[in-house]
T-cell receptor, first 111, second 117 residues
Framework: KQEVTQIPAALSVPEGENLVLNCSFT??????LQWFRQDPGKGLTSLLL?????REQTSGRLNASLDKSSGRSTLYIAASQPGDSATYLC??????????FGPGTRLSVLP | EPEVTQTPSHQVTQMGQEVILRCVPI?????FYWYRQILGQKVEFLVS????????KSEIFDDQFSVERPDGSNFTLKIRSTKLEDSAMYFC???????????????FGPGTRLTVL
């Protein structure tokens, strides 16, 4: 059974720092991996989707990498801002199944 | 930008009552999903739906749950006899194409918070 973990569970950084969020999954036969942002009491906003044939995706200050063989993905946030404060979720999908989510990393960016 | 909408935003019900949660997916999307998130826990997949039938469902999606696309725009989740443990945030999502496996981004609605008393 696919298990997804995220480290750290929570992170607090001063504004302007570059930071890395980690996601690990136990079954490397994933079809794609998606990073989401969740604001308190709100829905999920898709940030980046990486297909299994890709190694990374970039959108603005965000860069996500995927290493299927090691079962890891990282989300890199450059020059963090207070507006980046949210919970970041990664989710993997296996062939024939739907998303399996990680528990999330709760990020606080302090002004 | 098109978005998935959900109503109501918050539903309070008594244990044993039936509830229907409503979703309007993005208009040209073909695959629809329900997820739930119990407070403080992970987002969990419930069911996927395509071409007017269930594509996949999880162990959570038992006989108390049903889904329907009653018209060309709405997608509903019905819980027949709610239990205390059904209290959670329920999210609807849609993709333009693909079901599992999908290369498409899933777009999520803002969620309905269900409270069962």
């Amino acid at each position: 059974k696919q298990e997804v973990t995220q480290i750290p569970a929570a992170l607090s950084v001063p504004e302007g720092e570059n930071l890395v969020l980690n996601c690990s999954f136990t079954d490397s036969a994933i079809y794609n991996l998606q990073w989401f942002r969740q604001d308190p009491g709100k829905g999920l906003t898709s940030l980046l989707l990486i297909q299994s044939s890709q190694r990374e995706q970039t959108s603005g200050r965000l860069n996500a990498s995927l290493d299927k063989s090691s079962g890891r993905s990282t989300l890199y946030i450059a020059a963090s801002q207070p507006g980046d404060s949210a919970t970041y979720l990664c989710a993997v999908i296996l062939y024939g199944q739907n998303f399996v989510f990680g528990p999330g990393t709760r990020l606080s960016v302090l002004p | 930008e098109p978005e998935v909408t959900q109503t109501p935003s918050h539903q309070v019900t008594q244990m044993g009552q039936e509830v229907i949660l409503r979703c309007v997916p993005i208009s040209n999307h073909l695959y629809f999903y329900w997820y739930r998130q119990i407070l403080g826990q992970k987002v969990e997949f419930l069911v996927s739906f395509y071409n007017n039938e269930i594509s996949e469902k999880s162990e959570i999606f038992d006989d108390q749950f049903s889904v329907e696309r009653p018209d060309g725009s709405n997608f509903t989740l019905k819980i027949r006899s709610t239990k205390l443990e059904d209290s959670a945030m329920y999210f609807c999502a849609s993709t333009a194409r693909g079901g599992p496996p999908s290369t498409d981004t899933q777009y999520f609605g803002p969620g309905t918070r269900l409270t069962v008393l």
